[in-house]
C-alpha cells in the first residue's frame, strides 16, 4: 500500500517549527506507544537543531504493556529519557514537569547561578497528527487549553500554553515527513488513523490489518467478532467471517466488507479490541 499524503500545511508547520525551535529549552516527541518507530518523524532532530528531547510514550493504555515495557528500556538505551503516558485517563502526565527539570537540571543551575531561578522553562510539544498531543497539553495543564479531536489536522498554528510552575509549552501542529519510504510504516500510519482514511482503501487496509492481528492476536479477535482465527489465513477472510457473524450483508447475503473494514479500524483505533502493540523494538524483533 502506497501512500502519499503531504498537505501544504505540513510545510508551513515543518517551517514553523524550525524557526521557533531557537525559542524553546527541550523538545518533548510525542509517539504512538503501539507503534513508536513508525510514529517517530525522523526529521524532529533537524528541525530541531539537536535540542534535548523527550521520548514520550502516548496512547500506553492501548498498547502491549510487555511490549511498551521493552521499548521504554530500548530508548533508555539510546540515550534517550522516556515517559510513558495515557493522556485520555492522565496516567503518567503527572511526571511530566518532573521529567522535563531532571533533563534540565544543567541548564537550570546554570539559571540559578546568574540569578535568573524565575525564569520559564519553555517545551516544544511535538508529533506527528493523531498522536495525542493535545489531549496531553490538556492533562499536563490541568485544563483545556489545545483543542483536542480524534482526527489528524486539527492544530494548524502554534500557541503557547503556561501550566504554571515556571513552565510553558508550544503546541504545534502534527506533521508527517514528505515520503514515506517505507510501505510498513506507512500501514502503520494509516491503521492509527495518522493518516486520513479519505486517501486510502480502506477494505484493503482493514484487511491487512485482519491479518496482522491475527497472527499476533488472534484471541483479541476471535474475543470481540466471535470467529475462529485459523493459522495464516488471509485478511479479507477473516474481514469477511467477521461481517457475516455481525450480520452485515448486502444483495445476494455477500458479506459487507466495507461496513466491516470500517467499524475494525474504528474499533482497533478506540482501543476496543485490547491492548495490542504492532512493532517490537529492533532487538526483539
Known amino acids: 500500500m502506497n501512500i502519499h499524503w503531504f498537505p501544504g500545511h505540513m510545510a508551513k508547520a515543518r517551517r514553523m517549527i524550525s524557526e521557533n525551535a531557537r525559542l524553546v529549552d527541550i523538545v518533548c516527541e510525542l509517539i504512538d506507544a503501539r507503534i513508536p518507530l513508525s510514529s517517530r518523524n525522523p526529521d524532529i532532530g533537524e528541525l530541531t537543531g539537536g535540542k534535548p528531547r523527550l521520548v514520550v510514550m502516548n496512547r500506553c493504555d492501548q498498547a502491549d504493556a510487555e511490549i511498551t515495557r521493552l521499548w521504554s528500556a530500548w530508548f533508555k538505551s539510546q540515550g534517550l529519557s522516556v515517559l510513558e503516558t495515557d493522556s485520555k485517563s492522565g496516567a503518567g502526565t503527572g511526571a511530566f514537569q518532573n521529567a522535563v527539570r531532571s533533563i534540565l537540571k544543567d541548564k537550570l543551575q546554570r539559571y540559578a547561578e546568574k540569578g535568573q531561578s524565575g525564569r520559564p522553562v519553555r517545551a516544544m510539544i511535538l508529533g506527528i497528527p493523531n498522536v495525542g498531543k493535545s489531549t496531553f497539553i490538556n492533562r499536563v495543564a490541568k485544563r483545556k ?27 504545534t501542529p502534527g506533521i508527517l515527513w514528505p515520503k514515506l519510504d517505507s510501505p510498513e510504516v506507512a500501514e502503520n500510519l494509516a491503521f492509527t488513523g495518522a493518516v486520513k482514511d479519505e486517501i486510502l482503501d480502506v477494505e484493503t487496509l482493514a484487511a491487512n490489518l485482519m491479518e496482522r492481528l491475527g497472527e499476533s492476536y488472534r484471541k483479541n479477535l476471535e474475543a470481540r467478532y466471535k470467529i ?3 493459522e495464516n489465513e488471509k485478511g ?50
Open 145 to 171: 487549553a489545545a483543542q483536542a479531536s480524534d482526527k489528524p489536522g486539527v492544530t494548524r498554528g502554534k500557541q503557547w500554553i503556561s501550566i504554571g510552575q515556571g513552565l510553558e509549552l508550544l503546541d
Open 228 to 230: 475462529e482465527v485459523e
Open 236 to 285: 479479507f477472510e477473516l474481514l469477511k467471517k467477521a461481517a457475516k457473524k455481525r450480520g452485515f450483508l448486502i444483495s445476494g447475503g455477500e458479506p459487507d466488507t466495507e461496513r466491516m473494514a470500517k467499524i475494525l479500524l474504528d474499533e482497533f483505533r478506540g482501543g476496543v479490541l485490547g491492548r495490542i502493540s504492532l512493532e517490537k523494538p529492533p532487538a526483539e524483533v
